[in-house]
């Protein structure tokens, strides 16, 4: 399984962390740190994976952001690879060519795009087209309710007047 | 402005704290911001309430506690719309962990969204529940999990079937309850619904053996038709990756069939074709075909014995080891690992490959390279083996060396065939990283050597060459200079020469200047400087002309 997502700028900035399996607060800061350092200073020609407290971390940096998944030794690294390529695309789909700008600004949105492709740190749903639906659905679902209450608050102001 | 309300737009905060010089200055922002938040929460208020927990989501990322906003998620999940508990659920993932005791007051919250009439809610508690629930909410809430994984939609099935996955990996007595409903997610087209069913069944097949047996008899068979279909199916654009029909579902499947059959021959039999298929028509140019291929020779080497099949396999893996890209070198190393206690004999057939992995670049290849080539090493072929590991010390690294030279000395005093190889091949590794070796290693040398009473003129001798031509390495120097010590007359006397020896000639005085050096240079020790002394010693009885 995956036990947890990390994305983190080259300056070492954490963007999304996502955990899948018991760490503490503490712990969580612990391993940040950690794997910060690991990963940031390795060379670009190096392989994507790294050993880490007897796990393994894949890891793959797409322009200024690093995306780390933390998987069992017995887990299947090049298929993790192809996992956080899924997960990019769909993010440049829904972004319009994504940047890390955009993921700070619209970090809960990278949240809501990535429980739709894990949950318990398995694979959810290999359609790009099907993941985009459901979150282009919700994010309707919550447009109309902002519009409801804005009427809503219309209403009342001239009822108020 | 109205204090008690946090005026500011998310977007309008995450600019302020970004555009902060100093950490100082950063602190203050986010201060300012905590407090605005406290205020609210105090004064319950309702309007801000989605806008303040997304604001200490961005606060608990910069590494800010957050504490005191945990209960705002329990109220917005109680709350009756859809943006609010998506924000709320988002929050609880996020802001708690499953030791929180906070966390158990979600438990009504989460039944009653199970029950929802708006699908969307479903998903969202599934999700919840699935990331994050305790062993006593899983128990609590699993027939509600179980329900739904014959809910009308499948976007739905396939969050159940993932949630269903962290219920019995926290609570593995209720695995017997999911075993029916999960068989039947086997039998499904929509692609989701089928790998997340694929996998809920193979955690079941690890914590439960009679999910194991169960689906072994009732399923193989359907399910190595799923995959012949999927390796048969014509393009479809929305499950395409690199020109292969969904990879993951692949994949996946490879995985399960693993499970069901390892230690079963008729099961293993069922899958020989498929995986035959699989390991020889996926084309290996991409990640996503190699991730394929490097599933399916994991399955074809944990499954029972079919001579052909396992061949295959292995030069799959011999392909994959020279292959340009570092990832796919690593994992073929990594599965030879494996393989070696399966079909030590053909793993043997890729030994060129694999110490040429051991000069790798890559520091994390040489060092499985280097395992790699250790578990190999038998008598037979421990000295050409030997020496091409030599020979990469030579290249290597300092950080490398180190584990290098403590591999070579150990594969070479369990495997020496004879002494005098032993001696010389020491004698090499002290030449060339004399440092890295340890004393008990160098310790063991001079016990040897000693024991060895034919060849104390052999090594005397070797030594005394090998001094004069690299005085770099300390462990060297000692060996060298005791040696000298105790054998000196026989280095200037060429007693005992072997017939593969070239003569030298070595006069006392040579001898001794050898010591004075060892006692001079710069980088001697007191071990190396005290060792010389007695060396020095032991010659001057033997030497009394040169005894000034």
New interface residues.
């Given amino acids: 399984m995956i036990h947890f997502v990390l994305l983190i700028s080259r300056q070492g900035k954490?963007?999304?962390?996502?955990?899948?399996s018991?760490?503490?607060?503490k712990e969580r800061?612990k391993v940040i740190r950690e794997l910060s350092g690991l990963i940031l200073t390795r060379g670009p020609?190096?392989?994507?994976?790294?050993?880490w407290r007897g796990l393994r971390v894949v890891y793959k940096r797409y322009a200024s952001l690093y995306f780390c998944m933390c998987i069992d030794e017995d887990d299947?690294?090049?298929?993790i690879?192809?996992?956080i390529h899924h997960y990019v695309e769909v993010l440049d789909r829904y972004f319009g060519s994504v940047c890390e700008l955009d993921l700070?600004?619209n970090?809960?949105k990278a949240?809501?795009i990535l429980?739709e492709l894990l949950?318990?740190g398995?694979?959810?749903?290999?359609?790009?087209?099907?993941v985009a639906r459901?979150v282009a659905?919700?994010d309707s679902?919550?447009e109309t309710?902002?519009e409801q209450t804005s009427s809503i608050t219309n209403i009342i102001a001239q009822v108020a007047k | 402005m109205n204090p008690f309300s946090s005026g500011t737009r998310l977007r309008d905060m995450i600019r302020a704290i970004r555009s902060c010089k100093t950490a100082a200055e950063e602190r203050a922002v986010v201060r300012k911001e905590c407090a605005a938040i406290r205020a609210a929460i105090s004064e319950n208020d309702q309007d801000y309430r989605h806008r303040n927990l997304a604001k200490l989501m961005f606060i608990h990322m910069l590494g800010y506690p957050t504490h005191f906003g945990q209960m705002e998620c329990l109220k917005l999940i109680a709350s009756s719309g859809f943006p609010e508990k998506r924000i709320g659920y988002l929050g609880l993932m996020l802001l708690l962990d499953e030791r929180q005791e906070v966390l158990m007051l979600v438990t009504n919250s989460l039944k009653q969204d199970l029950n929802h009439s708006n699908q969307y809610i479903i998903g969202l508690a599934l999700c919840a529940l699935g990331n994050i629930c305790s062993a006593e909410m899983a128990r609590d809430l699993a027939p509600e999990v179980e329900r739904l994984l014959q809910f009308r939609d499948p976007n739905i099935r396939k969050k159940a079937a993932l949630c269903s996955i962290r219920i019995i990996k926290k609570v593995p007595d209720l695995a017997e309850n999911f075993i029916n409903p999960a068989a039947s997610l086997l039998r499904e087209k929509h692609h989701g619904v089928l790998i997340t069913g694929v996998q809920l069944c193979t955690d079941l097949c690890k914590v439960s053996s009679e999910a194991l047996e169960y689906f072994r008899e009732k399923c193989t068979e359907g399910l190595v038709k799923t995959l012949k279909d999927m390796a048969n199916s014509p393009y479809a654009p929305e499950y395409d990756i690199a020109g292969i029909t969904d990879p993951f579902l692949h994949i996946r499947l490879l995985k399960l069939l693993r499970i069901l059959g390892q230690g079963d021959a008729d099961a293993s039999d069922c899958m020989n074709d498929i995986l035959a298929q699989v390991a020889t028509k996926i084309e290996s140019n991409k990640n996503a075909g190699n991730a394929i291929l490097y599933e399916c020779v994991g399955t074809i080497m944990s499954i029972e014995d079919n001579g052909g099949l396992r061949v295959l396999a292995i030069n799959i893996l011999g392909r994959f080891l020279s292959n340009r890209d570092n990832n796919i070198r690593y994992v073929a190393l990594n599965m030879l690992m494996k393989a070696i206690t399966v079909d030590a004999q053909a793993v043997q057939r890729h030994r060129a490959t694999i110490l040429e992995c051991v000069k790798d670049s890559d520091a994390s290849i040489r060092k499985k390279a280097l395992d790699l080539v250790y578990l190999l090493v038998n008598e037979s072929n421990v000295k050409p083996l030997t020496k091409e590991l030599i020979e990469s010390l030579e290249a290597s690294d300092q950080e490398f060396k180190g584990v290098l030279t403590a591999k070579i000395c150990s594969l070479v005093e369990k495997f020496s065939p004879e002494k005098i190889w032993y001696i010389d091949q020491m004698l090499k590794v002290l030449s060339e990283a004399g440092n890295f070796v340890k004393d008990e290693v160098w310790h063991a040398l001079i016990v040897v050597i000693s024991n060895a009473s034919d060849l104390h003129g052999y090594s005397v001798r070797a030594l005394y060459r090998a001094f004069q031509t690299s005085t770099e390495q300390e462990t060297l120097v000692r060996v060298a200079v005791w040696c000298i010590g105790e054998y000196g007359d026989m280095l200037v006397n060429n007693v005992g020469m072997l017939d593969i020896e070239e003569p030298i000639t070595v006069t006392e005085s040579d001898a001794v200047d050898a010591l004075e050096v060892s006692i001079k240079r710069l980088n001697s020790d007191l071990t190396t400087k005290a060792m010389a002394l007695i060396a020095l010693l032991k010659l001057s009885s033997r030497f009394p002309s040169c005894s000034e």
């Fill in positions: 954490v963007r999304l962390t996502k955990w899948y018991p760490y503490s607060q800061t020609k190096l392989c994507n994976f790294v050993e299947n690294e090049l298929e690879l192809e996992i700070i600004y970090f809960h949240y809501f429980d949950i318990a398995e694979l959810q749903e290999p359609s790009k087209r099907t459901l659905a919700q679902l919550v309710a902002k």
